[in-house]
Structure formats: C-alpha cells, structure tokens
C-alpha cells in the first residue's frame, strides 16, 4: 500500500536550517507529482512547494527563496530545504502525492481549488517544525 513517510523537523531558532525529507513506498514514484504543505495551529492547510516529474518546481510566495524543494527518484524520496526560517514557518508539515500536477500547483500557489477538489491523491503523516 502507499506509504510517504516524512522525517527531519525539530525544533531550531530563528534563521536556522532543517531540512525535511519524505520517502515514498507502494506506488510509481515517478508517475506522480509531490508538494508540501504545512498546518500551523488554528490555521488551514496551505501548501508549500511543488515538483513534477521533470523538475519544475513552484513556491508559495511565503517561502520564496528560503526553501527548496527537490527529489531523488532513484530512492523514491522528496526533500525540502528550509533556510532562514522564520517563526511563521513552525507548523506540521505534510509531504503529498498528486496526479492533480495542476490542482496541486495551483494550491501550493495559494490560488482556490474548485469545490470538492483535492489538490493530492496521498498525504504522509507529518513531521512537526518548530521555530522560536
């Protein structure tokens, strides 16, 4: 069955750097689309970045040139670099799996999705990042 699998948050002081890893299992890993996305307290869901399968990335603007997110498709695992975080970013963060390549950009990019829609086929557990 499909598995994806985060690890790598902590807790860091402001300016710092983690960097969050997702492995993939049960599925072609390849086929999909992958993004992450983040769930502060109290606050909805908001993605973070995207990648499709030939390398295109997109980032929410909050996060612009401080992350960055990649993948190694010979070990079915996708990466987010964080640099200089910020207390704004603490959050769970949730990496995804999506056919949905356009649904899936346009939610990373903060942009509504029509109702019912989801912008991923599979979600992980999530990995919590504080920063303080």
């Known amino acids: 069955h499909v598995q994806l699998v985060e690890s790598g948050g902590g807790s860091v002081q402001a300016g710092g750097s983690l960097r969050l890893s997702c492995a993939a299992s049960g599925y072609t890993y390849s086929s999909y689309c992958m993004g992450w996305f983040r769930q502060a307290p109290g606050k909805e869901r908001e993605g973070v970045a995207a990648?499709?399968?030939?390398?295109?990335?997109s980032y929410a603007d909050s996060v612009k040139g401080r992350f960055t997110i990649s993948q190694d498709n010979a070990k079915n695992t996708l990466y987010l670099q964080m640099n200089n975080l910020k207390p704004e970013d603490t959050a769970v963060y949730y990496c995804?799996?999506?056919?949905?390549?356009?649904?899936?950009?346009?939610?990373?990019?903060?942009?509504?999705?029509?109702?019912?829609?989801?912008?991923?086929?599979?979600w992980g557990q999530g990995t919590q990042v504080t920063v303080s």
């Open positions: 990648i499709d399968s030939d390398g295109s990335t």
């Open positions: 995804a799996a999506s056919l949905r390549c356009p649904q899936l950009v346009l939610a990373v990019e903060g942009e509504p999705l029509n109702p019912g829609e989801q912008p991923a086929h599979y």
